[in-house]
C-alpha cells in the first residue's frame, strides 16, 4: 500500500542551527502539506503546497521557515535558525484532491532542538 | 477563526461498552474528517465526512456528521482495547486550500 515517507524519523539540532525534513508523497498526489505536534498538545496547520508553491500558511509558517519539492519525488520542510520552541513531531501529508478525500500522513518526525 | 472543540478530551471505558466523542466546529465547512492516533506514531485517517448527513461506519466505530448543527459524531460499540488511542476530528474550512484545523483530541482508554 502506498505511504507518505518521512526521513528522518528522529532529529536532535543544536539552537541556531539549520535543519531540513524530508518527505516523500504517494506519488500521484498533488498536494502535499507540513503539520506540526508539539508533544501532548493538537495538531497545527503549517503549510499546504500544490504546483510547486505555496498555496496556504498559517501563522506559525514565519520566515524562518520554507518548503521546496526540489525533484519529482520529495517535498522539504526547511527552518533557518531553529528555537527550542520548533521542538516538535513534524508530519508530512499528501492528498489527491484538495479537501475532498483524506490527507495521508506519514510517519513523522521528532525534532528535538537543545 | 474556525475552531474545533472536542469532548470528551479524556475517556476512560470499560470493555463492551458504548460511548460517543463529539466534535463542534465554529464555521461553515462540508468537510470533516476523523483520524486515529497510536502513542508516538502517525495520523491514521478513520472517516472522511462530505455531505450534511454523513454516517459512515467501520467495525465498532460510526461517524456522523450534521453540518447544520456543526457537529459530528464518533461512537464506539462494545469497545474492546485495541480501540485505545487518541482520536482526533479535523475540519477544512470552506474556502480552503484543503490545510486542516484540527480538534485537541479524546484520549480513550478502554480497560478489561
Known amino acids: 500500500e502506498p505511504e507518505v515517507t518521512q526521513t528522518p524519523s528522529h532529529q536532535v539540532t543544536q539552537m541556531g542551527q539549520e535543519v531540513i525534513l524530508r518527505c516523500v508523497p504517494i506519488?500521484?498526489?498533488?498536494?502535499f502539506y507540513w503539520y506540526r505536534q508539539i508533544l501532548g498538545q493538537k495538531v497545527e496547520f503549517l503549510v499546504s503546497f500544490y504546483n510547486n508553491e505555496i498555496s496556504e500558511k498559517s501563522e506559525i509558517f514565519d520566515d524562518q521557515f520554507s518548503v521546496e519539492r526540489p525533484d519529482g519525488s520529495n517535498f522539504t520542510l526547511k527552518i533557518r535558525s531553529t528555537k527550542l520552541e520548533d521542538s516538535a513531531m513534524y508530519f508530512c501529508a499528501s492528498s489527491t484532491n484538495r479537501g475532498y478525500t483524506e490527507a495521508f500522513f506519514g510517519q513523522g518526525t521528532r525534532l528535538t532542538v537543545v | 477563526e474556525l475552531k474545533v472543540e472536542q469532548n470528551p478530551l479524556f475517556l476512560s471505558m470499560q470493555e463492551g461498552k458504548n460511548y460517543t466523542i463529539y466534535c463542534n466546529y465554529s464555521?461553515?465547512?462540508?468537510?470533516l474528517y476523523w483520524y486515529r492516533q497510536d502513542p508516538g506514531k502517525s495520523l491514521e485517517s478513520l472517516f472522511v465526512?462530505?455531505?450534511?448527513?454523513a454516517v459512515k461506519q467501520e467495525g465498532r466505530l460510526m461517524a456522523s456528521l450534521d453540518t447544520k448543527a456543526r457537529l459530528s459524531t464518533l461512537h464506539i460499540t462494545a469497545a474492546v482495547h485495541d480501540l485505545s488511542a487518541t482520536y482526533f476530528c479535523?475540519?477544512?474550512?470552506?474556502?480552503?486550500?484543503?490545510?486542516?484545523?484540527f480538534g485537541k483530541g479524546t484520549k480513550l482508554s478502554v480497560k478489561p
Open positions: 464555521t461553515t465547512s462540508d468537510r
Open positions: 479535523a475540519v477544512d474550512a470552506r474556502g480552503s486550500q484543503g490545510n486542516l484545523i
Open positions: 506519488s500521484n498526489h498533488l498536494y
Open positions: 465526512l462530505l455531505s450534511n448527513g
